[in-house]
Structures are given as C-alpha cells and as structure tokens.
C-alpha cells in the first residue's frame, strides 16, 4: 500500500505570494491533518480534516486554509507569504479522527 | 510553561545501552503519540496509548494518567536508533495534538 505523498517536495516563493501544498492520503484514510515545523517552534497543529470537513484547526492567521476533496486527498493553501512561513509542512493521514497517524515526507518552502 | 515537556533535550548513548526518554504533560488527554523524526524531516509513529503499555521489538513505551507521565524506553540501542523523539498529546477538551519540543538522541557504535 503507497504511504503519504505530498507535493511539491521543496518550494520557494517570495514574500507577499501565495503558494498551494498537496497531499494524498494513504488508499482508505478518511482523516487528513496538517502540521507545521520550524525550528524555533518545533511542531504545530494546523487543521484536521475528516470526510471533507474541516473538524478542527490550530491557532494560525487565517492566511492558512485548507480544504479536503471527496478522494480524501487535501490542499493547504498560504496567501501572503511572510519570511516566518519557511517551515517544513507535514501532513498525515488516518483511518479516523482519533486512529494512528502516518506522516507523509514533507514539503519544505522557503520564503525570501 | 509548555503543556508537553520532554527529558532530556539530548542523549548520548554506547550502543547496547538502555535508553529511557520522558515526558510529561499538563492537560488532560485521550491519546499519547511517540514519534521518531530522522534528518531529513520524514516522522513515523512509533506508539499510540491511552493506557498501560505497549512494546514493539526493542521499543517499549508506557503512560501513567493520574501522574500525567510517559516513559519511551529503547532496549539494546543501536546507532540506527539515532534520530529525534516527539510526544505528542491529543488534548481531551481541545481534541488538538500538542507536541513536545523532542529529545534528540545520538547512539555511537
């Protein structure tokens, strides 16, 4: 079964552009999350999707947004890219909401 | 004060040698996550409990609830055990993941 895959791999924008991350759950996973992780403020929570809905969301600027499709596959989307947004995004899917993660590579964007 | 608190922040073990890494946490939580991060970014979930005690080959991983406490034991380490461990809680009121900031492990041959 193919893990987590998220795309692009590695990004690099500009300040004041916007960027658009991707990431397909594993075959069957209904429950998609979203983290970001920095090196001053370790991991966060993001949003947590579950059958296209958004059932919980960190305490982020709303600049982050996300969405979930009907194949469970999720986008987050960053509008106005600031430098503090340089992070590796990770994303991982479950069976359920409250069921074991598995985490996807990542996708590092840097912001100049 | 972080809601989740890991020690130490790094270790430094001989492979072979039994490794213990705690953490500890302030709220109230329906599930307790161990993570292993190598460089290069990728994570993998080692545990998840609520309860009790789990082992999975070398690793053992334990959770007090009334004390607020859990324990991720290596046996035997070895020098691909190196990597960052994270705790990560699931908050019962708040149903987010809250991570700990990691302990960054190193095991030389």
């Known amino acids: 079964k193919a893990g987590v895959t998220q795309t692009p791999r590695y990004l690099i924008k500009t300040r004041g552009q916007q960027v658009t991350l991707s990431c397909s759950p594993i075959?069957?996973?209904?429950?998609v999350s979203w983290y970001q992780q920095t090196p001053g403020q370790g991991l966060q929570f993001l949003f947590e999707y579950f059958s296209e809905t958004q059932r919980n969301k960190g305490n982020f600027p709303g600049r982050f947004s996300g969405r979930q499709f009907s194949n469970s596959r999720s986008e987050m989307n960053v509008s106005t890219l600031e430098l503090g947004d340089s992070a590796l995004y990770l994303c991982?899917?479950?069976?359920?909401?409250?069921?074991?993660?598995?985490f996807g590579p990542g996708t590092r964007l840097t912001v100049l | 004060k972080n809601e989740v608190e890991q020690s130490p922040q790094n270790l430094t073990a001989q492979e072979g040698e039994f490794i213990t890494i705690n953490c500890s946490y302030s709220v109230g939580i329906s599930a307790l996550h161990w993570l292993q991060q190598h460089p290069g970014g990728g994570i993998v979930s080692l545990f998840m409990l609520s309860s009790g005690k789990k082992k999975h080959g070398r690793l053992i991983a334990t959770i007090n609830i009334q004390e607020k406490h859990s324990s991720l034991h290596i046996t035997a380490s070895h020098p691909r055990d190196s990597a960052v461990y994270i705790c990560?809680?699931?908050?019962?009121?708040?149903?987010?993941?809250?991570f700990g900031t990691g302990t960054r492990l190193q095991v030389f041959p």
């Open positions: 075959s069957g996973h209904r429950s």
């Open positions: 990560a809680v699931r908050g019962y009121n708040t149903d987010k993941l809250i």
């Open positions: 991982a899917s479950s069976l359920g909401l409250h069921n074991e993660q598995f």
